[in-house]
């Protein structure tokens, strides 16, 4: 099995484009949740979400996610300085939910309001969440291995942990990453149906917190077998030495109970890294804000790392749940908290929840030495996906 | 998959409008191959398959790959409580349910929501529902791709086996016709396409393993791989180096000149189908014999993983039934040959497929 580094970020934030501009938000616990003004949201209970402000990157003829990939996949591809001909062999996966389903909802939209079909055939092509990675493909001319994933909101990590084990099993050198997903209609809507959205901004791990805000955006990290990266004198990042994926096979929406799941995607992560509970010192939670979702993270946390074993943060109270693009975003904030060495906070959380028996880092960012974290990831269908970053060429 | 890792199919499963059942139904069919009447599955065709209450709960498409993954564990024999991983590939995953979802509110606002259909949005909502009714715990991925999407969930399932990373995983595809997409592609004058619905899974597990436990192996994946080749998104492109096809008979340590027949995704798309012969001719034997049952059985994710499963019936019984005008079963030499696919936008699959 070949190591893997990474060597390339790219972000398309709720703080608007770039790495930095995603990370100085992070630090300053900056809340970018707000009032929703993509869609119409009258007559709903919530009416907020993490809108990425513009510009966006690409021709505004794309669809509006495929803008927010484009954007971070370049930031990610120029960070890594990959020369064409390592492009034309680097591998490509995709976690992707919506696809461009905020436009083929507009053209539905307009059909059943006045039987208007006209663009019927972009609307049919964009609804496919694999138009992203064709996208992204023509663009860099991205030849090797390419692939789609679709686990619901662990997508973005789970395209991250499949290029992980690309490289490790030595198919290809280099594989481009991420996930990416556009405010939709139908996302909106379905998590005010199931009641999970809080009308105020999300307070993960809060006593009081009621739910979840929406959010939108991509992320893409660029990967590369760490003898590749050595030889063409690459910047690494950090080593993601371990992923685990599982699944509750339990319940469509809701978790399975004990945890069991998230805990069996936590040690296969902590295995593969050869990586004790003790050595890791801060946990990127999946942190949705639901009442149900952080209670059973948290035990499934302890079960793993022992109560009050690491820190433990939820950058979706400041983000929103940016859906697909969620696991990447959150891997790179894990990855980016390792070279600070600054942990995130838990922004608009007041009193901590005593059912989740951690250091929650509220409101304030916080100074520590940290060389592992974990970034969790849990989507509908219990989807459970645990990546393992250590600083640096650990 | 990058060594030489043999990987078995011990079950198959079946759903569609042609055939429905086991290896040993999908033989029979295609010994004797002929178009269904229908490019849909007949009203009550999965109420055997099922069990009520999920005849009650769940949508049309999650009920066929919930069918499909139980006939190939049967046949297979395999307990999933011994480490199961699912790897399913669609086109369009629950668009009906979708559908449903939009229309609720279009009718009737935010009171017309409904709380139950809106997880079927999200398209891995089949994985999910089959993971909860077979069991399967480990691994679990919905891929996402035009026209390749079963074959490259086989490819990315003998993946997975190979490394040794899940012990085994049931693969495959699934799609329903959508009445919206048919009847738009139609509108715009472009449903020369034969399409069709169902779903084909089939259990895959390291052939030495497969052979401990006394399963019966029905055929072997030598070599699985997937590339992307040049083209613009949803288009054709020019090459003729198939770069996926190489990467398998590496996978396999084989030569071009081994495959003695060819499975392909011709399916009615002329210009992808004029780039696939193009790219097959390029790299195949001269006369390798091609089969093309997209045109038979109208093309779904499904039909991808039903080509591997028919791919390693051709394999053991050394019959190719062929659909080039009229259709018709060949002689062609048994053991060693191609599952191919390939999709607009230039996603290309394929998968050395040797008798067990």
Known sequence: MKRVVVTGLGAASPYGAGVVAYWKGLAAGDCAIRALTLIESEGFRCRIAAEVPGPL??????????????????????????????????????????????????????????????????????????????????????????????????????????????????????????????????????????????????????????????????????LEAEAHARARRARVYATLAGHGMTTDAYHVTAPEPSGDGMVRAMRVALERAGAAPSEVHYANAHGTGTPQNDRIEGRALATVFGEGGLLVSS???????????????????????????????????????????????PRVARSAPLACAISNSFGFGGQNVTLLFRHGLA | MTATTPVAITGVGVVSAAVTGDSRAL???????????????????????????????????????????????????????????????????????????????????????SALLFPNTVMNTMVATTAIAVGARDMALTLNAPTVAGELAVARAAAAVASG?????????????????ERELAHLGLGRERRAEGATLLVLEPAAAARARGARVLGEIGGAAWRALSARPWGVGGTRTSRAVDAALDIAAAQAR???????SCSGDDARDRWEAELLDAVLPPAAPVATLARLLGRHAGLGALRVAAAAWTARSGLLPVTNGTTRVERVRPGRGLVHGLARGGLQVALVMDAA
């Open chain 1, 57 to 222: 990157a690409g021709s505004a003829r794309r669809t509006r996610a495929d803008r927010l990939a484009i954007g971070a996949a370049g930031e990610a591809l120029a960070d890594a300085r990959l020369s064409p001909r390592e492009r034309a062999r680097t591998a490509l996966v995709v976690g992707a939910v919506g696809g461009g389903m905020l436009e083929a909802e507009a053209w539905y939209w307009r059909g059943a309001d006045d039987g208007d079909r006209r663009g019927a055939l972009q609307a049919v092509r964009a609804v496919l969440p694999t138009a992203h990675a064709e996208t992204l493909a023509a663009r860099w001319r991205l030849g090797g291995p390419r692939h789609t994933v679709v686990t619901a909101c662990s997508s973005g990590a789970v395209a991250v942990a499949e290029a992980a084990e690309l490289i490790a099993d030595g198919v290809v050198d280099v594989a481009l990453a991420g996930g990416v997903d556009a405010i939709t209609r139908i996302c909106f809507m379905g998590f005010n149906a199931l009641k999970l959205l809080d009308p105020a901004p999300c307070r993960p791990f809060d006593v009081e917190r009621r739910g979840m805000s929406i959010g939108e955006g991509a992320g893409f990290i660029v």
């Open chain 2, 165 to 181: 990373r899940v012990p085994a995983v049931l693969a495959g595809g699934v799609d329903e016709v959508d009445a919206v997409v």
């Open chain 2, 258 to 264: 081994d495959l003695g027949w060819v499975y392909a």
């Open chain 1, 315 to 361: 950058t979706k109270s400041m983000i929103g749940h940016t859906m697909a693009a969620a696991g990447t975003l959150e891997a790179i904030a894990t990855v980016l908290a390792l070279g600070h060495g600054t942990v995130p906070p838990t922004a608009n959380l007041a009193t901590p929840d005593p059912d989740v028996p951690f250091d929650c880092v």
């Open chain 2, 27 to 113: 033989g029979a069919f295609l010994a004797v191959p002929a178009a269904p009447g229908v490019d849909v599955l007949a009203p009550g065709a999965l109420a055997s398959l099922v069990h009520p209450d999920e005849a009650r709960r769940l949508s049309r498409v999650c009920q066929m790959t919930i069918s499909a993954a139980r006939l190939a564990l049967h046949e297979s024999g395999l307990d999933p409580a011994c480490g199961l991983g699912l790897v399913v590939g669609t086109e369009f995953g629950d668009l009906a349910s979708t559908h449903a979802f939009a229309d609720g509110f279009l009718e009737r606002g935010p009171a017309g929501l």
